[in-house]
């Protein structure tokens, strides 16, 4: 029979956090109709992004076109922002959303999507009932952030995006700094997750929270 005591102890030599800095070198590029797209991260890794056997992917995707279709994927929850200029989506040409840019905005990939003006954008695809999120904050010198994972989660993928300028993150008394356009993975069964995110200069930083 566990005591308490030992039962948290047990439970704390089982947590872990792994970081990962993914460079631009590690990106893969294809092109799509609008434009091109620079695939981030995909889970599980080695799925493939046109069969639709991934859980969830991040990417970031110019749109060269003034006006272009968005690619329909059935069953995919999607959170787009744009990383430079506004975005004007529609849905079967009912509804208009004028996006600013690092506005996020969350839809179903399974409907018709027209997007007017250029830009390169931000995305999160999640699929398979898998549950995250995107957000855009903004920084002129740190933020904490604590994360609590839900009890029904066993892991979290946290991605952390540097749109602009150098951002270094504090996680325990580790410090990973992360240039412009590139992405750090911290990936934890951890109930609660603590960082703290510094720059030296104003930065958009996004961040994407993936459940399993």
Avoid at 15 to 34: A, F, H, P
Wanted: glycine share 4%; net charge negative.
């Amino acid at each position: 029979m566990y005591h308490v005591q030992d039962y948290e102890n047990n439970k704390e030599n089982r947590m872990e956090i792994k970081t990962r800095l993914i460079k631009e070198d590690d990106y893969i590029m294809t092109e799509w109709s609008g434009g091109k797209t620079t695939q981030i991260f995909i889970y599980p890794e080695g799925s493939n992004y046109k069969e639709l056997n991934f859980k969830f992917r991040l990417s970031s995707a110019t749109v060269e076109l003034e006006k272009s279709e968005f690619t329909k994927l059935e069953g995919v929850n999607r959170f787009i922002t744009s990383l430079d200029n506004g975005l004007k989506l529609t849905h079967n040409h009912k509804k208009y959303i004028n996006l600013k840019p690092f506005e996020v905005y969350e839809f179903d990939g399974g409907i018709d999507t027209t997007s007017y003006g250029m830009a390169r954008d931000f995305n999160l695809m999640l699929r398979d009932g898998v549950e995250g999120q995107l957000e855009s904050i903004y920084i002129d010198k740190e933020c904490l952030i604590v994360e609590e994972v839900p009890s029904d989660f066993k892991e979290v993928f946290y991605f952390i995006y540097a749109c602009d300028n150098e951002v270094y993150v504090d996680i325990k008394e580790d410090t990973k700094p992360i240039s412009p356009f590139q992405t750090l993975l911290v990936r934890s069964n951890n109930n609660i997750l603590n960082l703290k995110l510094r720059s030296e200069k104003p930065v958009n930083i996004l961040i994407a929270k993936i459940y399993i």
